[in-house]
């Protein structure tokens, strides 16, 4: 079975720099495409970040473009997101997610992706 496993929340004041890593278990890695996720209290879980399993293209929401960046080392079957410029609106919890890769993927999609990790908490303070 599939396992998702993230790492590298924690607490930042605004300005600061995180880096998550999400790593990829029990499948071949360069089968997904991979995303990131994230939800704050009280609202839905809104897309950040997705990338190609070749990692030749990524996409971003409008609100991270410029200060988020999304990886992957298909060496180490793992996906970052390395964020900068941290604001505390940026506060959630963060979640990687893959999905099957196929030629008209819809990175912004929560539906095209199967698998989810369990979630990393990124609070950032003013």
């Known amino acids: 079975q599939l396992q998702l496993a993230e790492s590298g929340g924690g607490q930042a004041q605004a300005g600061d720099s995180l880096r998550l890593s999400c790593v990829l278990s029990?499948?071949?890695?360069?089968?997904?495409?991979m995303g990131w996720f994230r939800q704050a209290p009280g609202k839905e879980r809104e897309f950040v970040a997705g990338?190609?399993?070749?990692?030749?293209?990524?996409y971003y929401s409008d609100s991270v473009k410029d200060r988020f960046t999304i990886s992957r080392d298909n060496s180490q079957n793992t996906a970052y997101l390395q964020m900068s410029s941290l604001k505390p609106e940026d506060t959630a919890v963060y979640y990687c997610?893959?999905?099957?890769?196929?030629?008209?993927?819809?990175?912004?999609?929560?539906?095209?992706?199967?698998?989810w990790g369990q979630g990393t908490q990124v609070t950032v303070s003013p």
């Open positions: 029990n499948r071949r890695f360069t089968n997904y495409a």
């Open positions: 997610a893959a999905g099957r890769n196929h030629g008209s993927f819809h990175f912004h999609a929560r539906a095209e992706y199967d698998h």
């Open positions: 990338i190609s399993w070749s990692g030749g293209s990524t």
